[in-house]
DNA sequence: AATTATTTTTAGTTTTGTCTAAATTTATTT
DNA sequence: AAATAAATTTAGACAAAACTAAAAATAATT
């Protein structure tokens, strides 16, 4: 297995993440992901191509290869694995650990890796209950869906929220959901789309619109 | 406090290493310790000492300022958390720790850092015996000796080893010498300066001159 | 289909950190 | 003290990764 630049390593993990939701990624969704511009986008993107890390012709966006997956597997794992032990050990809230995870992913020792695996207890999901490539970089292709999406009367578990800004997370606290949470709806309200939810045996009460767009589930 | 790059980084630590055993620090030296060119270093010291964190008069050697210290000091007690957490919590051999660490110790995120600090209970000392310096960057000044200096009947802790070959620590393994062994000597030998040490209430064994230099030990 | 707008690429710079080779300064010998 | 040796610095080049501005290709409109 080469070794990649953190630079690199940046894009890789950018159309990794942006290819789960786009078929083909484009320059300008790589520059906006990363914040940076398009011109520097095209310069790494024929870098990596030459590397066989992507696919990409000119004009035509790009695609990962099996080795290109490969490689942003293990930085993903790198970074979960390390949000987990900030969570878990060091007791950093789950909105603070990406960040210092964004700079921990790219020390690629594969010792250091496997063991903080073995330390961790080989912990399946991160702290927002984004699954962790195992050392094979085999991943759980878990169905995450929006919390709107999901059918009336199906329990499902909290996995993630889109928006991290302090607003929402002062809501939610507020409504007692958190990552882990299972829930279930019990009525849709076409009016306003606003839906009536329950957690376990308490009441029912109700979330608007707006807050449920930004909380992702998975059920089954 | 500013944040530097990583290559700074290891110009700074390298200085203060010299730092401790030379009194001022040359061009040459800095290129051997960090194995690349002395023009590389002129370079270096040049920004550095712009940045104020060295002193340094062309041709005459450096010293770190009081600000360069403190920003020596930062990275050797990142250095040294993480090494105690990689052979204490994930079980690395003692001798393996230093490589992963000279990685993760140049993120500088100081939550990170402290949070680490509380969930090793505050350790006074990493796997070599060297102290960490406090969030303060206060640092124990330990009088370390080479073990061929300690008087007679006056007991030491080993410290440190210089030479990390497979070769010397295999004599060691043998010897049962390890890092915080305590230990006395009984009697020097002028003829090949070999000395006749003891281990607690163990019977008195023999080591040779060569082994005794490369061990370092503290008193009192 | 021609024009306009958008996206992407190219060409040329910039910054950081490295290097080699040559020049300069300091140290050591004879 | 002059000559030689060693250490250090300077000058100029290079690679990586970013940027700006202009050119080229593709997409969207009229």
Redesign the interface.
């Known amino acids: 297995m080469l070794n990649y630049s953190t630079s690199e390593e940046n894009y890789i993990k950018a159309v990794y993440h942006l290819q789960l939701t786009d078929d083909s990624v484009t320059t300008n969704e790589v520059a906006g992901y990363l914040k940076t511009k398009p011109a520097s986008v095209t310069d790494m993107m024929k870098k990596l191509k030459a590397k066989k890390l992507l696919n990409y012709e000119r004009y035509r966006g790009f695609r990962l290869t099996a080795e290109g997956t490969k490689v942003a597997l293990g930085i993903i794992r790198r970074h979960r694995l390390w949000e987990y032990f ?1 969570a878990e ?4 809230n789950w909105d ?1 650990v990406h ?2 995870a964004e ?2 992913e790219h ?1 690629t ?1 594969k ?2 890796v496997d ?2 695996d ?2 961790l207890g080989y912990p399946r999901t991160d702290p927002h209950g984004d699954p962790i490539p195992d050392a094979n970089g085999k991943i759980e292709v878990t169905r995450k869906i929006c919390l709107t999406e999901l059918p009336v009367n199906k329990t499902a578990t909290v996995n993630s929220v889109s928006d991290q800004s302090s607003k929402i997370l002062e809501l939610l606290e507020h409504k007692k959901i958190s990552i882990g949470t299972r829930l279930e709806i019990k009525k849709r309200f076409e009016f306003d789309k606003s839906l009536e939810i329950r957690i376990g045996r308490q009441p029912a009460f109700t979330i608007s619109s707006q807050l449920a767009e930004n909380i992702f589930v998975t059920h089954e």
Chains 1, 2 share one sequence.
């Open positions: 900030l050990k060091l007791r950093f603070e960040e210092v700079e921990l020390i020792n010792k250091l063991k903080l073995e330390f």
